[in-house]
């Protein structure tokens, strides 16, 4: 099957991974922290880098030619689940904001580290776009 490397001009250039990969109708997205154009977590805290890394997802699923409404799968990544879970109802209104409120299957995963030491999130998902492949 073939398949297209998605990497949005609009985000950090990708080192060592892609922001995306599209294989028929199936977006496959990378993990995004927080990271700003210039390769930068940005600054504040979970409620500021949850908005970035999401922004960064939806971003790269733009790209494919989807919508928040594609997205089937995500998995977000938390250096400290319970500070995630005192700004749940901030982060959800983000997401409702930015992908309405059509949910897919998801999960949150506590880690103790991401990539960039000071990254508290990392969002990964799925999308299935109609109209690809």
Same mark, same amino acid.
């Given at each position: 099957? %073939?398949?297209? &490397? ?18 028929? %109708?199936?977006?496959? =997205? ?16 979970? &409620? @500021?880098?949850? +908005?970035?890394?999401?922004? %960064?997802?939806?971003? !790269? =699923?733009? @790209? ?7 997205? &089937? %799968? /995500? ?13 749940? +109802?901030?982060?959800? +209104?983000?997401? +409702? ?11 949150? /995963?506590?880690? !103790?580290?991401?990539?960039?030491? @000071?990254?508290?999130? @990392?969002?990964?998902?799925?999308? &299935? ?5």
């Amino acid at each position: 099957m %073939n398949h297209k &490397v998605i990497n949005p001009a609009a985000l950090a250039q990708p080192s060592g991974f892609a922001h995306g990969v599209l294989a028929g %109708n199936t977006v496959y =997205l990378g993990g995004q922290t927080a990271m700003d154009s210039n390769g930068d977590i940005v600054p504040g805290g979970i &409620v @500021e880098q949850f +908005r970035q890394c999401f922004s %960064n997802v939806l971003t !790269t =699923l733009a @790209e494919a030619g989807g919508m928040p409404s594609d997205l &089937v %799968n /995500v998995t977000i990544y938390l250096t400290d689940v319970e500070d995630y879970q005192k700004n749940g +109802r901030e982060i959800g +209104r983000i997401w +409702r904001e930015m992908a309405g409120t059509d949910y897919p299957a998801m999960a949150g /995963v506590g880690v !103790t580290r991401l990539w960039q030491a @000071e990254a508290l999130i @990392e969002i990964q998902a799925v999308a &299935v776009v109609s109209g690809q492949g």
